[in-house]
């Protein structure tokens, strides 16, 4: 292959691609929900989808504040984050919840020379575990919540990963399954992929959606932006 055969070939893809973890990479939402509502009924009180579904997403700070907040809690920021994270932890290294065609998309898009970032709002000893579990080398960059002073949805987290892969991010695409995570990545500026979870995603400018990764390549994901 000629240099403008590369050239050409490189054009088809994005810049970089910047992966969510939670609901995205792996189906650890579940994970979440069954510490949350341990906790909240280890108080005495009561946790149901509709309160659990709307800390989907969110900067753990601001679920541990939510939870203080909607239940008789009364552990400290901190520790309820501190709590929740532990068990989810202890789960997640029993088992890992890959979504469908994640590993795939992850390995085809190192395999393409595409840099990689992982972009999570779960912290950096629980994103440790999901590299952990794959080859090393897979991300490039890691962003979790504790490493930003703002969580989703604010763009910080996504603009920190273009920063740190010397990329335009209007050149790169997320992939994201939530609606706080899908507004940070689209104010940063990024092409989003949106794959519907837990939660239902409207459709807005700048965002497409398709309902798995299962078969889809990144040069496919790619074009429906071109």
């Known amino acids: 292959m000629t240099d403008r ?22 189906d650890s939402e579940p994970y979440w929900i069954i510490e949350e509502t341990a906790l909240v009924e280890s108080y005495g009180g009561t946790w149901d989808d509709d309160l659990a579904h709307q800390l989907v997403g969110q900067a753990l700070t601001w679920s541990a504040d939510f939870i203080r907040a909607h239940s008789p809690v009364t552990m400290a920021r901190d520790e309820i984050v501190q709590h929740l994270m532990g068990g989810v932890i202890r789960r997640f290294r029993e088992h890992v919840p890959w979504r469908p065609g994640a590993q795939e998309l992850l390995l085809q898009t190192r395999e393409l020379g595409v840099p990689r970032a992982l972009v999570t709002m779960s912290y950096e000893a629980f994103a440790a575990e999901l590299v952990a579990a ?93």
């Open 134 to 226: 794959l080859p090393e080398g897979t991300f490039d960059v890691v962003v979790t919540g504790d490493m930003v002073v703002e969580g989703k949805p604010h763009p910080e987290a996504y603009l920190t990963a273009a920063e740190h892969l010397g990329v335009d991010p209007a050149q790169c695409l997320a992939i994201e399954d939530s609606n706080t995570g899908i507004a940070s990545a689209l104010a940063a500026g990024v092409p989003t992929i949106g794959i519907p979870h837990i939660v239902p995603i409207p459709e807005q400018e700048g965002l497409r959606l398709v309902p798995t990764m299962q078969g889809q390549s990144v040069a496919a994901l790619w074009q429906l932006f071109r």
């Open 5 to 26: 055969d590369h050239a050409a070939a490189r054009r088809d893809l994005p810049a970089a691609v910047l992966f969510d973890m939670d609901g995205t990479l792996v």
